[in-house]
């Protein structure tokens, strides 16, 4: 069955139908809030609220835009929604899991790790958000638009300004040569 | 592209598969919704009821202060208890089949 097949059985009612949506595009909205938060339990806890919205609300869901990204604009709601409530954050930087290497090797990854991840944190949450839509996740930039209701054109200057301070940090941190 | 944009960009792509094990249960959430739903479905025909008789309360009693009107309120009141089962009855069972 089709996702418009799928939404138009979960909005007449069908647990099955609303299952499958929800299965089908929690990986995306998985990495998307992890990359957005870096602390394992806030993000669990921004899925799950997420989750919860769209199935409440799933009779307003208008399918001219995917599911996925529909999920998407609620889960960076409810982001939104708890920094204003200022929730503590736990960085992920512990339950970061190296493949079988060397110690040695390990160590570095993990170094890499934290470093990347703490300059994609360091980023206000739109740039963030706009970046990691666009490098990691492949959103065009009308749907990024979309998601953070913004115009096309704030899209394109938050990735360029995003761009720029990734490159003057990587640099700044001596992990690409200048 | 310049190449220390490359090289940057191929540095953040390390965090592209960050992942961990979590504890969410779509079936659950799904279940709670509907919770939620009914909470809010209940909530509103709660405030619909409450609004309806008042207004009829309010109608009735404002009719019956008019002088003259008694003798039309007994025989409105008469017509409309014979006949609201006769209305109400069939539209509560087709709200319900539609529901369903």
């Given at each position: ?8 059985e ?28 870096g ?34 604009t ?32 390990a ?21 963030r958000?706009?970046?990691?839509l ?7 930039y ?22 720029e ?14 | ?9 191929k ?61 039309f ?17 069939p ?10």
């Amino acid at each position: 069955m089709d996702e418009i097949s799928l939404v138009e059985e979960a909005k007449k009612g069908s647990r099955n139908a609303l299952n499958q949506l929800l299965t089908e595009n929690y990986s995306i909205v998985k990495g998307y809030i992890v990359k957005m938060t870096g602390d394992p339990n806030l993000a669990q806890d921004i899925i799950q609220e997420t989750m919860l919205r769209a199935c409440v609300n799933i009779s307003k869901f208008k399918p001219n835009a995917k599911f996925s990204t529909w999920l998407i604009t609620i889960a960076t709601n409810v982001y939104r929604d708890m920094l204003r409530k200022k929730h503590p954050m736990e960085l992920i930087e512990e339950t970061l899991e190296t493949k079988e290497v060397g110690p040695e090797e390990a160590f570095q990854i993990k170094a890499e790790y934290k470093e990347a991840l703490d300059i994609l944190l360091s980023l206000p949450y739109k740039k963030r958000s706009v970046f990691i839509l666009k490098h990691y996740y492949g959103y065009k930039y009308e749907e990024i638009a979309q998601i953070l209701s913004c115009p096309i054109g704030t899209v394109r200057s938050r990735l360029h300004n995003c761009i720029e301070y990734i490159v003057s940090e990587m640099e700044r941190r001596e992990l690409i040569n200048g | 592209m310049d190449n220390k944009t490359e090289l940057t960009l191929k540095k953040m792509d390390e965090i592209k598969d960050l992942d961990f094990s979590m504890d969410v249960d779509i079936s659950q959430i799904i279940l709670k919704a509907e919770i939620i739903k009914n909470k809010k479905k209940d909530m509103k025909e709660f405030i619909l009821f409450l609004t309806s008789t008042s207004t009829i309360v309010l109608l009735v009693y404002c009719l019956i202060m008019l002088e003259g009107t008694q003798r039309f309120i007994l025989y409105f009141e008469i017509l409309f208890f014979t006949l609201a089962p006769f209305m109400i009855i069939p539209a509560a069972l087709s709200s319900r089949v539609r529901e369903e």
